[in-house]
């Protein structure tokens, strides 16, 4: 992906990288570019609901409810369904079991 390092956008698409690399069953290359976007900005609530499902595909649970807890700390309003919005069905059903 070929962007400016100064380019705002950078972290929302490199999150978006993230994400499909981990559909693509990548889920060692999508945490790196998941974490590399929460680095980045730190108010990006959806880089860490990717880094919680991609930890949850590595049977990391613990460290995926943290990374969901950091989501919903950065935006307390975050729901299921706003997941199943953005990241369909699939992906909130997958995080649902640690959403407590």
Known sequence: MRSSPKDFRL????MIL????????????ALVEA???AR??????TA????????????REAEARTALGEARRIRP????????RFFGQPTAEDL???WI
Do not use: H, N
Not at 11 to 14: C, E, H, I, L, N
Not at 40 to 45: E, P
Not at 48 to 56: K, S, T, Y
């Open 96 to 98: 649902q079991p640690l």
């Open 40 to 45: 980045r900005d730190g108010r990006l609530y």
């Open 77 to 84: 309003a975050l729901s299921p369904d706003e997941i199943r």
């Open 18 to 29: 993230a994400y499909a690399l981990g559909r693509a069953g990548r889920f060692e290359e």
């Open 35 to 37: 974490s590399a976007a």
């Open 48 to 59: 860490r609901v990717v880094i919680a499902w991609v930890l949850l595909k590595l049977d």
């Open 11 to 14: 972290t929302f698409w490199s």
